[in-house]
């Protein structure tokens, strides 16, 4: 059978050793061509390849539900449920995600793009049968990175406590989230994959004794209960913590070995109650570039198979914002101790890990805990240092909590930097960063504020450091910035609340926050095409508002449009339309972001097209809602 032919996961029932293995190899070609020519996630998904066979061996999946931690690992299910056909689509626009997706396909049981969540989900579902009286399996499948969330072991410690409630577990232990995996629960874990398996124990035993002179077959009787205590005492090496949560423990399994790993879950699914699966894989399993760069190639671009390499751009892209903010914290860091940096598993992603090549002790990596991440550095501004928490705007989602009660409350000098703010293309919903302005500006003594392009990044930077009064957050967007000359050293800070003039006119007022300014600068050049001259404010700061500067400007000109690359609800152009209230201004105000909807994976600019974000159709926009022109706008 070709993988071609593959549209419902049963179909593997009844299929060989070797047939898997072949099915196995072509999920690996697929999976690389695919990558290789669309980009995305490579590593993880590359390592479950035999794990998802051997399981769904053992399953019905017209009963039974499996739930994928994360998501970015379940490629090789997409395959075998029925998206081969659609799968060079891989992440476009209108095509298959990246991500599980409940809407996509009904073998998605459950939709994912944070982590640690699959355990709670699948107790759900658990619980859920049980009290209709069903009989179905469910099985949730969790990498080791994502066991350090706290969610999953609250999860855990609930299951356990649920003797009569079958659930099995799969722990896919390959030691990396994205990097490498830090804390206890990752070191001890590797210390069981380094352990024997416990089955060498229990198979041995019975052997050895029978050795024994006049005495080995006289010990059969008592032979049950020591094989017993031998494999409690193995497991107390190996399992123990898990089996003294109230999960019986098997493993560890190798996760390439299609027929141990179906012999291993047939076992399981006999044993009532929680079950644990342990696992081990190798991330990047079948692609030796990727196994020997297991961070590099957890997701990659577009890339040459045969070399690894990225495929080159046609011209040199300007410094990602990841980048300068990475370069000039570094640059801080080194004339100030106390500056420490804080991620949640995501140092590439937010350029801390030259924080850590070049200052180490000022650099911390919690794994994937965002929740404590806040908190650890709401402990660390009591004691003076000046923590700079990095996380993208869409994890930062998962602390909310901890911001409002460990920092805000508190009013403590904690520096939030939200990469990947906005609409951050292919990996979709579940990544966009849309919802920080608004969920950050409800919350007293926070300050709110956006750079127009790097050069104003860095000089941000240095402000969030400076600002003592309390927390501070700085959003800024995933990719290239603009190219603008940047300065090694000597930034001067921004005072808190100031925004900036950038273009004067008479006819309306364009109020840019962050990645929209250039925008804004943009369309009003378009607008003075059509004799409309605008003036255009920087307003870097969605709180506290420059209300100094922007009542003045909206009173005297009478027409004031907002853009921001956010949601519209609660977002700055929330924040300027109560700002002219209170001021009892009744100013027309046209809002322009992104409205109360969810962002689907596309490229951004396909996105902002779609979302009418592009400097023209912002012009046009403006022509319509306040001059009655329903002109084309077209770009020169």
Not at 107 to 124: C, E, M, P, W, Y
Not at 298 to 327: D, E
Not at 333 to 348: D, F, H, S, V, Y
Not at 389 to 395: C, K, Q
Request: hydrophobic share 40%; aromatic share 6%.
């Amino acid at each position: 059978m070709h993988l071609s032919e593959i549209t419902h996961p049963n179909q593997l029932h009844g299929l060989s050793i070797r047939q898997l293995q072949q099915i196995a190899r072509q999920i690996r070609d697929k999976h690389l061509q695919t990558v290789a020519a669309t980009g995305g996630h490579l590593g993880p998904g590359l390592g479950v390849v035999e794990l998802t066979l051997g399981l769904y061996q053992t399953l019905d999946l017209d009963r039974d539900k499996v739930i994928w931690d994360v998501g970015h690992q379940a490629y090789p299910h997409k395959l075998i449920t029925g998206r081969y056909n659609d799968f060079h689509t891989l992440r476009q626009k209108d095509g298959v995600a990246g991500y599980l997706k409940r809407c996509e396909n009904k073998f998605d049981h459950f939709g994912a793009g944070h982590a640690s969540t699959s355990i709670s989900a699948a107790l759900g579902m658990a619980l859920a049968r049980d009290a209709r009286g069903e009989k179905f399996k469910v099985a949730a499948i969790i990498g080791d990175g994502a066991l350090t969330g706290g969610m999953a072991l609250e999860a855990i410690n609930h299951a356990g406590h649920l003797p009569k409630t079958n659930l099995l577990v799969v722990l896919n232990d390959n030691e990396m989230s994205i990097s490498p995996n830090v804390g206890a629960i990752p070191r001890y874990l590797n210390k069981m994959r380094l352990s024997g398996p416990v089955q060498f124990f229990t198979d041995n035993i019975e052997e050895q004794f029978k050795q024994i002179p006049f005495v080995g077959e006289s010990l059969s009787p008592e032979l049950k209960r020591i094989k017993e205590g031998m494999k409690r005492l193995a497991v107390s090496k190996v399992g123990a913590v898990f089996e003294e949560l109230g999960f019986t423990y098997i493993g560890p399994v190798d996760g390439h070995n299609i027929e141990e790993l179906i012999n291993t879950f047939h076992q399981a699914h006999q044993i009532g109650g929680p079950v644990l699966v342990h696992v081990a894989t190798v991330k990047g399993k079948g692609y030796e570039i990727a196994e020997k760069d297991q961070v590099g190639y957890h997701a990659q671009s577009p890339f040459n198979l045969s070399t690894g390499k990225a495929i080159p751009s046609n011209k040199p892209k300007p410094p990602s914002y990841s980048k300068v903010f990475a370069h000039t914290l570094v640059k801080l860091a080194e004339q100030n101790p106390k500056i420490i940096g804080i991620t949640a598993a995501m140092a590439t992603g937010t350029g801390l890990d030259k924080l850590q090549a070049k200052l180490p002790n000022q650099y911390i990596d919690v794994g994937i805990a965002e929740q404590h991440a806040v908190t650890l550095a709401a402990g660390l501004a009591c004691e003076g240092m000046r923590p700079v928490v990095a996380i993208y705007s869409t994890f930062l989602q998962r602390a909310y909590d901890q911001i409002i009660h460990d920092v805000c409350i508190q009013n403590l000098p904690v520096f939030f930097c939200l990469d990947r703010a906005g609409i951050v293309g292919a990996d979709g919903p579940t990544h966009q960063g849309m919802y920080d302005i608004a969920y950050l500006r409800c919350i007293p003594n926070m300050v709110l504020m956006a750079p127009k392009d790097e050069a104003e990044l860095q000089r941000m930077v240095v402000t969030g450091i400076n600002h003592t009064r309390g927390p501070i957050a700085m959003r800024f967007p995933r990719g290239s910035s603009y190219g603008v000359p940047l300065m090694e050293e000597g930034w001067e800070p921004i005072e808190i609340g100031k925004g900036e003039i950038l273009r004067h006119g008479d006819d309306v007022l364009l109020l840019g926050y962050g990645t929209m300014v250039h925008p804004a600068l943009q369309t009003a050049e378009i607008l003075s095409e059509h004799g409309i001259e605008a003036t255009v404010v920087n307003a870097r700061f969605a709180k506290p508002l420059d209300t100094e500067l922007i009542l003045p400007l909206a009173e005297k000109i009478g027409r004031v449009v907002t853009l921001e690359e956010g949601c519209l609800p609660s977002g700055f152009g929330s924040a300027v339309a109560e700002a002219l209230l209170d001021a009892d201004m009744l100013v027309p105000v046209k809002r322009i972001g992104v409205p109360d909807i969810l962002v689907d994976h596309a490229q951004p600019n396909e996105s902002k097209a779609e979302l009418r974000l592009s400097s023209s159709q912002i012009a046009e926009r403006v022509l319509q809602a306040f001059f009655n022109q329903q002109k084309s706008v077209v770009v020169h």
